[in-house]
């Protein structure tokens, strides 16, 4: 169980265009999901907290307008990279969790690359 | 947010127990532990959490120190599969501003020899 669905894995787009990637938790309700970003042999940065049906919560540096976060349902959550720069290019995971209780099952990462 | 300290890399025989060491002197009282291990280009893998008493499940074991300013997560045969970054992360505990949030640190670099 808990199994965190992440589309698509991997995206190649133009400078100036936007790029759409869905997160999606199959077999549990996810009120909270969460986006990640990783740079080249770095560690997992935190950028926005999704909630289900109000706005995101967005780390600090994080441009909210850049990285738009939508929760439409309790099952999936979309980050939309807008106007997208070679400079954003980086791999992106998405994480929910079924409880407080639980572990966070993390989705299989979008490998994004800008050119 | 509460951090933690791991030492960058460790190595480890196949077939041998692995002892992976985290500080977390700042904790608080409602902070969990939780490990996860990522490979490369995949996203995080869950390990284990706890939050005062040890845990085992059927990849790890989670040893917390009785002041739950350390914990140990232990291997108990590493297979070549169990090569991988480990991350301890404390996960934000009930009325805190970081409430559910985890904050992933460097890492331990585990390297598992045939």
């Known amino acids: 169980g808990a199994v965190v669905s992440q589309h698509p894995s991997r995206v190649i787009c133009k400078s100036g265009t936007s790029v759409k990637i869905e997160c999606r938790s199959l077999?549990?309700?996810?009120?909270?999901m969460f986006w990640y970003r990783q740079f080249p042999k770095q560690s997992l940065m935190l950028m926005a907290t999704?909630?289900?049906?109000?706005?995101?919560?967005?780390e600090q540096g994080v441009e909210k307008d850049k990285f738009l976060i939508n929760h439409a349902s309790l099952t999936l959550s979309t980050l939309t990279v807008t106007s997208a720069h070679p400079e954003d290019s980086s791999f992106y995971i998405c994480?929910?969790?079924?409880?407080?209780?639980?572990?966070?099952?993390f989705g299989s990462g979008t490998r994004l690359t800008v050119v | 947010d509460a951090k933690t300290t791991q030492p960058n890399s460790m190595e480890s025989n196949e077939e041998e127990p692995v002892h992976l060491p985290c500080n977390h002197s700042?904790?608080?009282?409602?902070?969990?532990i939780h490990w996860y291990r990522q490979l490369p280009s995949q996203g995080p893998e869950y390990v284990i959490h706890?939050?005062?008493s040890n845990v085992n499940n059927r990849m790890a074991s989670l040893a917390i120190a009785e002041d739950r300013k350390s914990s140990t997560l232990i291997l108990h045969r590493a297979t070549l599969r169990d090569a991988a970054v480990y991350y301890c992360?404390?996960?934000?505990?009930?009325?805190?501003?970081?409430?559910?949030?985890?904050?992933f640190g460097q890492g331990t670099i585990l390297t598992v020899h045939p």
């Open positions: 992360i404390l996960r934000g505990g009930a009325g805190g501003t970081s409430y559910g949030k985890l904050t």
């Open positions: 994480s929910a969790s079924r409880g407080a209780f639980y572990g966070y099952t």
């Open positions: 999704s909630n289900e049906g109000s706005k995101a919560t967005y």
């Open positions: 077999d549990f309700q996810a009120t909270t």
């Open positions: 700042t904790i608080s009282g409602t902070d969990y």
């Open positions: 706890g939050l005062t």
